[in-house]
């Protein structure tokens, strides 16, 4: 049944990451950040308990208008979880998790907005709360995200946003077993090395993989995400180049997703690219590994009916789906109806929104659509964000997951040593010990994510807060994110 709960306190800590490999959003290029965590206090029954989130405040992302920097960019979304923070604490006692982000999501979006922050933005601020209450709920009642949704614990109503969905489709995707392992999607950014020969000065002397090659020979790896920049032949040529190494590398078969990452200003130009993709002899492997294009046109075209008239042609190539487009509730059911065939999962843009699109998969998949989810999430980075999606995209079914926290940023360096012993004693599947510190531990390319399976949600410790800045504090420092 449903738990009843109230927020009592809710606290904001940073800690700042510094890249080991610089990672590139558009035009920006981002040497260091702000990881933002949120410790959420909520009353259920006659206890307390505290609930944790964590996200990178990331620039040229959440908002890509080229008049905001990336001081402007991480003040924004600041803003968004203060807005959150105001409204969730001033809900008073909600009958539960469903009911109280039914009146909570669409005010911090109205605030959001007035505030003059679009909606992927406005989203952030709900999401932090949405997964710390889930967190602060299971931790209470001693129940992992799965037995929480199978008891109705967070009192999961589709129906109320999709009339289409109902209960059956909710226990469709419940009713499996989580995986007990996921394959690890590698994403190759425009700038990322693929192979020695492209190292530049600087490089990270780290014994860590630098560069496609080495993650291919060293993970296992056979699931990858191939960046797309917009220009027709460059994309071309790069694609050539990562195809000449996944092929000699890789004998047996490998899949890929291609993102457009918002960057073809129309499909005339995408439809030019699967030409020449057809054309090439170098490409014939990676054409027949494909599995879908992620969000090629920009987000405030892509749901327009005109710009995106060519999808349906597309789609009969290859599946296209949604990423920044999906900032709404009903953004994912606007895309069907377009053509589209598939949207993204990402806690930063909402769990629950989440479960409502998986949900309106199985509704749509009863009536014999052809209809899927994805999980992306670039950046995500341990513990409690990288967990905690992880959780989500086990739960969901989605047997693969973009990842790349890991090569940007070495391991858990930026944790407290407190954090990184409990994350190996108690996520041992997940992490290994390297050099006195930890990494991820992808073995076949795969991640092995049973220790999830814990009370709250995915994470079985408490972050260090004393080893973070509270926010005010942190407000009052120079800005230390590096972006150029």
């Not at 558009?26 to 964590?54: C, D, I, K, M, R």
């Not at 008049?67 to 105001?86: F, G, H, M, P, Q």
């Not at 989810?373 to 973009?402: C, F, K, W, Y």
Request: proline share 5%; glycine share 8%.
């Amino acid at each position: 049944m449903p738990l009843s709960f109230s927020v009592v306190d809710a606290r904001f800590y940073v800690r700042e990451v510094r890249t080991r490999l610089p990672f590139r959003f558009g035009a920006e290029t981002v040497e260091s950040f702000p990881l933002l965590h949120l410790a959420l206090e909520v009353q259920s029954g006659n206890a307390v308990s505290t609930g944790y989130a964590g996200d990178n405040l990331l620039p040229k992302w959440f908002d890509k208008d080229p008049t905001k920097n990336a001081e402007r960019n991480v003040e924004d979304l600041l803003l968004s979880a203060e807005i959150a923070a105001e409204v969730y604490r001033a809900a008073g006692e909600a009958p539960s998790l469903f009911a109280l982000w039914r009146e909570a999501y669409p005010e911090c979006q109205r605030r959001a907005q007035a505030a003059g922050l679009n909606k992927l933005v406005g989203a952030f601020g709900s999401a932090l709360f949405e997964r710390a209450a889930i967190d602060a709920l299971g931790r209470r009642h001693g129940t992992s995200l799965r037995e929480l949704l199978l008891g109705d614990g967070i009192g999961l109503r589709p129906e109320e946003v999709h009339g289409e969905t109902g209960p059956d489709h909710v226990r469709a995707w419940l009713s499996a077993a989580p995986a007990p392992s996921l394959a690890l999607r590698h994403t190759i950014g425009l700038l990322d090395p693929l192979s020695d020969a492209e190292l530049g000065e600087g490089a990270p002397d780290d014994g860590l993989p630098r560069t496609l090659s080495d993650y291919v020979r060293q993970q296992g790896l056979r699931y990858f995400k191939l960046k797309l920049g917009g220009d027709v032949l460059a994309d071309l040529l790069r694609l050539e180049s990562i195809a000449i190494v996944l092929d000699s590398l890789i004998s047996e078969s490998y899949h890929a997703s291609l993102d457009g990452n918002e960057q073809y200003k129309s499909l005339d130009a995408l439809l030019k690219l699967w030409a020449f993709i057809g054309k090439s002899p170098k490409l014939a492997r990676l054409r027949a590994a494909l599995l879908f294009v992620e969000q090629p046109l920009p987000r405030r075209a892509a749901l327009d009916p005109e710009a995106a008239a060519g999808i349906v042609a597309i789609g009969r190539e290859l599946p296209v789906i949604i990423d920044e487009s999906d900032d709404d509730p009903q953004s994912f059911k606007a895309a069907l109806a377009l053509g589209y065939a598939g949207v993204s999962s990402k806690n930063c843009k909402g769990v629950i929104k989440s479960f409502l699109n998986r949900t309106l998969v199985e509704a749509r998949r009863a009536r014999g659509e052809s209809v899927f989810m994805s999980a992306e999430d670039l950046t995500n980075l341990p513990i409690v964000p990288l967990q905690q999606d992880l959780a989500t995209v086990r739960l969901l079914g989605i047997e693969h997951v973009e990842r790349n926290g890991h090569h940007y940023v070495r391991g858990l360096d930026h944790c407290s040593i407190a954090e990184r012993e409990q994350a190996l004693q108690r996520h041992g599947d997940l992490y290994e010990r390297v050099d006195g510190g930890a990494v991820l531990s992808v073995r076949g390319g795969r991640l092995k994510v049973g220790s999830l399976e814990t009370p709250g949600y995915g994470v079985a410790l408490e972050p260090d807060l004393d080893a973070m800045i509270p926010l005010e504090t942190w407000k009052r420092r120079p800005a230390q994110h590096t972006v150029r």
